[in-house]
């Protein structure tokens, strides 16, 4: 695995520009598999965490109706989950450096979800043990009411595929768990949807192409289709990567009710590209 270095702020969240998190996962699928650097491929995110990371895999009820999607567990502990036939919460033991999703995602149309799930925790395992790792043996009795958190991560939809506010409008990272939210949700799009790859695929003429004869007036939501399909993510995901790395076609026509503009999905493409 790639040693990679970068710095910290004093409450042990990492100093990182989003230039050097793309530098990051570049240098991790370089040395995992360089293929994904040049050709639009969908990542196998299980191998990539277990064989690459060294991460392992849980899966259990985190919550009663599925709202925390995955946890990445630092430190061997107890972690709470939904017992579904007592209606109760209870607690699992967990091993440290695991990688933790819940049962809901694993049902049929949830593919994608789970493959961004697990990639957004294999951020937090690659950034921030300094923040989570907690030795309790070297803390006395007395300073154990003084741990702000727990040794493990509790990731939710909005942390892992947006809050829905549009790229235009720049969403403020004020506190600590905003920017390791953020570093981690930065890290999943990079590593599965490569910027090297994706501007390969977006400026291919082929593609242009085939979006404005197409799908005149959605050229822009036919690439986005095109991307989740390539990349194996959703379309939300690819909608929110084209537009973060400036991808997307220039064009005067573009229907107001596009998606890619409104962020909205009212009209439904029927996109066939290979």
């Known amino acids: 695995m790639v040693d990679i270095q970068f710095k910290y702020n004093p409450n042990n969240v990492p100093r990182l520009s989003n230039a050097e998190i ?14 994904m650097l040049k050709s639009a491929l ?3 995110v299980e191998d990539f965490a277990e064989s690459y990371l060294r991460l392992r895999f849980h899966y259990t009820n985190l919550s009663h109706n599925g709202f925390i999607w995955g946890r990445m567990v630092f430190n061997n502990t107890l ?27 694993l049902e049929d149309g949830s593919e994608v979800i789970f493959r961004s799930t697990v990639m957004h925790e294999c951020g937090h395992s690659v950034y ?30 909005a942390d892992i595929l947006g809050d829905g506010v549009d790229l235009g409008k720049k969403r403020k990272l004020k506190t600590a768990q905003d920017w390791l939210e953020h570093q981690a949700k930065y890290f999943s799009a990079a590593t599965l949807m490569p910027k090297s790859s994706m501007r390969a695929l977006c400026k291919n003429p082929k593609l242009q192409t085939y979006c404005f004869e197409k799908h005149p007036d959605f ?25 973060q790395l400036k991808l997307g076609y220039i064009t005067e026509r573009e229907n107001p009710m596009s998606f890619y503009s409104s962020g909205q999905r009212r009209i439904p493409l029927d996109v066939q590209y290979s």
């Not at 709470?80 to 995602?105: C, F, G, M, Q």
């Not at 030795?135 to 939710?156: E, G, I, R």
């Open 219 to 243: 050229e822009n939501d036919a690439l986005v289709a095109v991307v989740a399909q390539k990349f194996n993510v959703s379309m939300a995901s690819a909608r929110i990567r084209v537009r």
């Open 128 to 157: 921030h043990p300094e923040y989570y790792c907690i030795d309790y043996s070297a803390l006395q009795t007395t300073q154990l009411t003084d741990v702000k958190h727990l040794p493990y991560t509790s990731c939710k939809g």
């Open 42 to 44: 969908p990542l196998d």
């Open 22 to 35: 793309e530098r990051h996962a570049a240098l991790f699928l370089q040395d995992y598999k360089p293929e």
């Open 79 to 105: 972690i709470v989950v939904y017992d579904p036939k007592s209606n109760r919460a209870d607690e699992e033991p967990i091993e440290a450096n695991t990688i933790v999703i819940d049962n809901s995602l």
